[in-house]
């Protein structure tokens, strides 16, 4: 179609689109061509604000490398990772669900440990904290044989990929859960941290005024044939940031009640003044176990 005004482009776009062998395609297309074109109109975009949005979304994969991705950073500043999950989990957003946001530093093959088995694998300043998980199914059966992996900071509040003192892998375990759908290990007890701010989603951060900080939490994915594979992450019930969490995470469910025991005798005996622990039980859903491209692959060198 030759354009003869600026109503015509959309309508030629999607005349276009129509021809697309796959409908899903289709749809997703030709409703965000729609909503990009309406935005433009509704707020006037300009030239010179237009090349500055196309310089922002190049910034975003010029960011992204193999230990840190600004993409998934930014998508969770704007909320959107955390209403894609709510979309698609709880029976479809219908119930409350123990499922998260995925986050920017999930790595595959984090090393298999056994159950009460420690996943701190240098030194690693921090407070001692075990961890116990429980594995149910939507009608509260117990799920044996998933694995659990999991993830967290320091108590610096940096992930072992963006911290080069920190072994490769530290902080990180695959766990198998027993007849009672149980997990457990020792970690110390992490952070909350500020994102990573110097670019894309730091910016759009200070434009809004806001801090760039997340609440301490643990991360947990779930897998298991025969269930949707599901990511979580428990938020600790004494941090000041719940309520202002940076990339809209923490959801009522997650909310983990970090207890600190001060005058009883640790689990591991190697272990004297206080220390943590942490209880916390997931529910997933039948469905397809896939897991997705992990954000990152590798660790920082500098």
Known sequence: MIIGNEQEVTRA???????????????????????????????????????????????????????????????????????????????????????????????????????????????????????????????????????????????????ENQDPEQADMNLRGTFTTDAQGHVWFRSVKPAGYPIPASGVAGALLAAQGRHALRPAHIHFMIFKPGFKTQFSQVYSSDDPHLETDAQFGVTRALVGHYVLHENEAAPDADIEGPWYSLDHHFVIEAGEARLPKPPITGKATN
Request: with cysteine; charged share 20%.
């Open 13 to 159: 776009v999607l005349d276009e689109l129509a021809h697309a062998p796959d409908a899903r395609f289709r749809e997703i297309m030709s409703a965000v061509v729609r909503h990009l074109h309406n935005l433009a109109r509704e707020v006037r975009l300009t030239e010179a604000e237009f090349h500055h949005a196309c310089a922002i979304v190049a910034k975003l994969g010029q960011l992204s490398t193999a230990s840190h991705n600004e993409v998934v950073l930014t998508a969770g500043s704007l909320g959107l990772s955390t209403l894609i999950c709510l979309l698609n989990n709880g029976q479809d957003g219908q119930t409350e669900t123990t499922a998260n946001l995925m986050g920017p530093f999930w790595r595959m093959n984090s090393p298999r440990t056994n159950n009460g088995g420690s996943i701190v694998r240098s030194p690693t300043r921090g407070m001692p904290i075990f961890v116990n998980a429980w594995i149910h199914d939507r009608f509260g059966q117990p799920v044996e044989d998933a694995q659990v992996d999991v993830w967290h900071t320091s108590a610096d509040g940096r992930y």
